[in-house]
């Protein structure tokens, strides 16, 4: 999606090395959501952020949200092969009507 | 599992043909979505409900498209006259308002 934009596109780490995932939207955010997809199958929700400056993490994942920036990181420290996997982000853009954009996901690989 | 189910999870199909797709989402949500997602993109919002009635629908969704949710819990999404273009994973969601929203596993569909 052009509305939101992640980036890198695709990141290959070594095992046990930390990595970011960026997420920015080019209009107002109403909540962010990230998800994790592996190929072919359908998106498991990782985290939900709804207010500037919040940090959640869940085992090993941080996120992060800026609202100022209209943005949105994932941080996962010491990957693993598990980690493996497509990163999207999700947003409620522009309305608070509750369908979301998706950005086009981050494609993941832990070399162990 | 996330408790959403998805029916059938591929589907094969001759162009011309007509096909409906089943979800299922966990029996407390009161909103249901649907998405489209082609390899390499995140999902693409088609349309949503909140209990039976139809609150949006994308542009994306060409008079071929339509979907039910009649009495509130399963919905259907049917496709006239595929064509290739169709070709793509549909994925179904379900929320409760304003919450994140938990995915099916998706149906592949193949439009030959």
């Known amino acids: 999606s052009q509305e939101l934009e992640q980036s890198p596109q695709s990141l290959i780490v070594q095992e046990g090395k930390n990595l970011t995932i960026n997420c920015t939207s080019s209009?107002?955010?109403?909540?962010l959501y990230w998800y994790k997809q592996k190929y072919g199958e359908g998106l498991i929700f990782l985290m939900m952020?709804?207010?500037?400056?919040e940090e959640k993490s869940h085992e090993k994942i941080t996120a992060k949200l800026d609202e100022k920036k209209q943005q949105s990181s994932l941080h996962i420290t010491a990957s693993q092969p598990s980690h493996a996997g497509i990163y999207l982000c999700?947003?409620?853009?522009?309305?608070?009507?509750?369908?979301?954009?998706f950005g086009d996901g981050t494609t993941l690989t832990v070399k162990p | 599992d996330t408790g959403v189910s998805q029916n059938p999870r591929h589907k094969i199909t001759k162009r011309g043909q007509n096909v409906t797709f089943r979800c299922d989402p966990i029996?407390?949500?009161?909103?249901l979505y649907w998405y489209r997602q082609t390899l390499g993109q995140g999902p693409e919002f088609l349309t949503y409900?909140?209990?039976?009635?139809?609150?949006?629908k994308s542009r994306l969704l060409s008079d071929r498209f339509s979907a039910e949710r009649p009495k509130g819990s399963f919905s259907t999404l049917e496709i006239q006259r595929t064509e290739q273009g169709d070709s793509a994973m549909y994925l179904c969601a379900s929320s409760q308002r304003y919450n994140e929203q938990f995915f099916g596993p998706g149906t592949r569909l193949t439009v030959l």
């Open positions: 209009k107002t955010l109403y909540g």
């Open positions: 029996s407390e949500h009161n909103r």
């Open positions: 999700g947003a409620d853009i522009g309305t608070n009507a509750g369908k979301s954009t």
């Open positions: 952020l709804q207010k500037g400056g």
């Open positions: 409900f909140q209990n039976e009635a139809q609150l949006e």
